[in-house]
């Protein structure tokens, strides 16, 4: 089992930044990517970007490049997703998520993932 928490979300104004981190616990060897998703009401969870655990390859969707970056920290079980220039269009429950599968590049899709925390609020006021 994986253990993920998320911290980080508030409130911010458009054009801000918020820094999300994703703290992961339990059987850290076993996972291969982490992800970052986030949902919108009525919408469904979306991919925002990944890295590769081991090897550190990042991918994101097109609404995060050049704005979200995404870090890892192998030695304390950490994740981070930086946000910049965030937009009202970004508001929205932030969700971290583990794939055990070993896949290059990592996953986009949500069904690949298979431990998930409980998700943070970012909310971007316009």
């Known amino acids: 089992q994986v253990q993920l928490e998320e911290s980080g979300g508030g409130l911010v104004q458009a054009g801000g930044s918020l820094r999300l981190s994703c703290a992961a616990s339990g059987r850290t060897f076993s996972f291969y990517a982490m992800g970052w998703f986030r949902q919108a009401p009525g919408k469904e969870r979306e991919f925002v970007g990944a890295?590769?655990?081991?090897?550190?390859?990042?991918v994101y969707a097109d609404s995060a490049k050049g704005r979200f970056t995404i870090s890892g920290d192998n030695a304390k079980n950490t994740a981070s997703l930086q946000m910049n220039s965030l937009e009202p269009e970004d508001t929205a429950v932030y969700y971290c998520a583990a794939d055990i599968n070993m896949r290059y590049p990592p996953s986009a899709h949500v069904g690949a993932y298979e431990y998930w925390g409980q998700g943070t609020q970012v909310t971007v006021s316009s």
């Open positions: 890295i590769s655990w081991r090897g550190g390859n990042t």
